[in-house]
């Protein structure tokens, strides 16, 4: 298990994870892509240094999700989700979140979104 610890750590290390889940992304009639409909979840200070993909999954899980399509995580240096959203699929994505998050002057948070599988309820045949 690689939980970031949140005891014990220099405070210029201790940032709050930040999950968005349960929206969708929707892009309106002038092309601007926003997150909708969604729920947004705190945690308590991590060390940035120690997070690792097993810690977003046990967020993800802990919100309800089983099954999810992608993690994204957002720069927050750029407001715009289009530029600003990077998918997570191993070490070297988290890597850049972490410098990334680390040389932003806004809050000291890192922001994941769960893109979730909606599943649909098999048509049943009628006989």
């Known amino acids: 298990m690689c939980k970031a610890s949140v005891v014990d750590q220099m405070e210029e290390d ?23 409909d969604g729920s947004v979840k705190r945690w308590k200070p991590m060390d940035i240094d120690l997070v690792c993909f097993y810690d977003l999954e046990e967020f993800v899980n802990e919100v309800g999700f089983q099954k999810w399509e992608k993690l994204l995580w957002h720069d927050l240096s750029d407001p715009n989700l289009d530029t600003s959203l990077h998918e997570i699929k191993g070490d070297a994505d988290l890597n850049a979140m972490r410098g990334a998050t680390v040389m ?24």
């Open 104 to 127: 932003n002057m806004g809050p000291k948070e890192f922001h994941v979104y769960v893109q979730h599988i909606v599943e649909i309820p098999e048509l049943v045949e009628e006989h």
């Open 14 to 36: 201790m940032y709050v994870p930040v999950l968005h889940y349960g929206g969708r992304f929707d892009r309106s009639s002038d092309g601007v892509l926003s997150y909708l």
